[in-house]
């Protein structure tokens, strides 16, 4: 089992920053992918950003790509999301998720291919 603990959400003005962490504990070991999704009110949870634990490639969402970056600390144990230029459309719950199956083509950007998941922290932005 692996347990997943976001933090950092809050209120931000468009063009704000804010960064998002998530603490994961258990066994991390089997962690293969890190991945940040989002959840806007009404709408489905998409992938936001992604990042193999152990080399660092990351993968992002056309919507967010060069305004958020993901980033990881395997010594602690943590995953960041950096979030730049941000804008009303990323007011969402953001979920840390954890993927434990290779292969990035194989569910990589979708709900049903990570296996852990946190609580989610909510992220607001007004224009």
């Known amino acids: 089992q692996v347990q997943l603990v976001e933090s950092g959400g809050g209120l931000a003005q468009a063009g704000d920053s804010l960064r998002l962490s998530c603490a994961l504990s258990?066994?991390?070991?089997?962690?293969?992918?890190m991945a940040w999704f989002r959840q806007a009110p009404g709408k489905e949870r998409e992938f936001a950003a992604a990042i193999r634990w152990s080399e660092g490639t990351t993968y992002y969402a056309d919507s967010v790509k060069g305004r958020f970056t993901i980033s990881r600390d395997n010594a602690k144990n943590m995953v960041y999301l950096q979030m730049n230029s941000l804008k009303p459309e990323d007011t969402a719950v953001y979920y840390c998720?954890?993927?434990?199956?290779?292969?990035?083509?194989?569910?990589?950007?979708?709900?049903?291919?990570?296996?852990?998941w946190g609580q989610g922290t909510q992220v607001t932005v007004s224009s």
């Open positions: 258990g066994r991390t070991s089997s962690i293969v992918y």
């Open positions: 998720a954890a993927r434990t199956a290779l292969g990035w083509f194989q569910g990589g950007r979708l709900v049903r291919g990570y296996d852990y």
